[in-house]
């Protein structure tokens, strides 16, 4: 691996570490040439399905998109980048499970929702009324009685 401060090809790893509940290897590394350490991640590259939108239209899938979902409904909420961490594994897990080449909008959405309910009652519910676009007080409540009547 190339250091990414002089450009030199010759780095050596000096430490190897499980990360995100084993789905990541982090190593530590050392320019052979400046001395200078930095950071590597290790992932496995796995293909996940296309997205089928609501309007029929595909799109590729983009964790960014989950992330990005998540940590808004997740905003000002007690809940660790660690957690938030484990429950997009977990969406990625459920959607990998399913082994499709296609998959829609709205299955993925539930499973980010599971894991929202999971994590934090308001931040499900935040996401919820969005995702599901309450029309009324009723659909809201529904909602409130899914997030307390599920706790794990």
Do not use: W
């Not at 429950?87 to 296609?102: M, Q």
């Not at 935040?126 to 029309?135: L, M």
């Amino acid at each position: 691996m190339y250091c990414p401060f002089c450009g030199h090809d010759d780095t050596r790893v000096i430490d190897s570490r499980v990360v995100e509940d084993g789905a990541a290897v982090r190593r530590r590394r050392a320019c052979a040439a400046c001395g200078k350490r930095f950071s590597t991640f290790e992932r496995a590259i796995l293909r996940l399905p296309l997205v089928v939108k609501k309007d029929g239209t595909r799109e590729a899938f983009d964790v960014g998109k989950i992330r990005r979902g998540m940590q808004k409904a997740l905003e000002k909420r007690p809940v660790s980048a660690e957690q938030l961490e484990r429950g997009i594994n977990e969406v990625l897990r459920s959607v990998r499970e399913l082994g499709e080449d296609e998959l829609s909008a709205t299955a993925i959405g539930e499973f980010v929702m599971e894991q929202l309910r999971r994590l934090d009652g308001v931040a499900y519910v935040r996401f919820a009324s969005v995702y599901r676009e309450f029309k009324d007080v009723d659909d809201f409540l529904a909602a409130v009685k899914t997030a307390v009547g599920k706790k794990e």
